[in-house]
């Protein structure tokens, strides 16, 4: 909802043409018994229906004039002071009692709001762009990361709750952010933010496995190279990997792409971690003096010592159709020096591999059918991060080399998603 000037006077508009139209198909709807045991807002207030058994979602409105904001929703509520007429309010929950229950991003707060006060609006792109520039803000949905502002923009994964960003602009509906892991600019739908502090303490872990692309990127509606490009991307471009696929195998070693979403895909040979981070260990852990966490979302090893972790390192897992098993192992048989055959796999394993590499440093096995962490000296170090192997966890050198110092036979590893 936006002022504009009629006859000198200042009315409310209740949204674009679009948005009314979408109201009145509510409303005949609702007549035709589509909305049966929902809510339909009184005339006056958004024409808004929830039906029984949908998924809530957020949303906007604006109020036609200055209004009370209720401590709840019932005649029991206290006043908690007026919203300017024209706020933008965030509705967060169905109403109750006639009440919305409502977040106000002017004041960072929460109250309850009659509903025949608002009507729908437009996301409050202004609102932030009234922010300073480098302001921040969170997510309070799972939300779309976009390539672009533009109809256009081709989705670049979803992005958790509570997830933060340093907005560097706006674009109408859609704010220019930065991830605080990296340097790299994206964009997102004003809507589904509101203003939120600067990250202070050190970051969780993201749900899903974050990245960026390097360079020039296409994006394809599969993932081989003869599938359609849905896109194309220049460098430095966040993205967020839904799930790891198999695929056209373009480089040598490595058939591994990104899906981002349904119908867009990335190979993954062009796409780079965010700077490491070390993801909390599950629940359960062992309670031995020192044992292994290997995240397989993330492709983060680390070495604990009891609660402490004392050494991580990013390794690359098995590929999609050879993932790395799950579950709590022991370290058996170590080798220092192994050479490394498809024809020892058990069973049909041996059948779809063809391999033999000598000289892999510092192999220690933790399953019967070979899955094992040891050195991986043929793979690009920029890629460790990206499954890719046959199940073992290979990394590089450096980090090999430490395990093999510090675990020995009998050292437990919990390996999960």
Known sequence: MHRKSTSGSQAGELGPASNLVGRRALLRGASRGLLAGGFLAAAGGPLRAFAQGDSFQPFWVQNFAETELWSAPDNRAISLGRARQFSFLRVDAPPEEGRYYVWNPQTRAFAWVDVSAVGASDPPASIVSRES????????????????????????GTVEQFHPFQVMGTAGPR???????MSQIGFIDAAAVGPADAPTDTLAPTARWWGYTESGVNLRSGPTTESRVVGELPGAVPIVVEKWVGGQEVLSDQPTWAQLADGVFAYSAILRAVKLEVPPPPPGSPGTPRWVDVNLTHQVIVAYEGTNPVYSA?????RPGWETTTGTFRIGRRVENEIMESNSLLGRDASRADYRVENIKWTQYFTNDGQAIHTNYWRDPALFGVPSSHGCLGMPKKDAKFFWDWATTGTPLVIHG
Do not use: C, H
Request: hydrophobic share 35%; proline share 8%; net charge positive.
């Open 175 to 181: 704010l220019q952010v930065r991830d605080p892991r």
């Open 133 to 156: 520039s480098n302001s921040w803000v969170s997510t309070f949905i799972q939300t779309p990361l976009w390539s672009s502002a533009g109809p256009d923009a081709i989705t670049l």
């Open 314 to 318: 990013r390794y690359s897992s098995g």
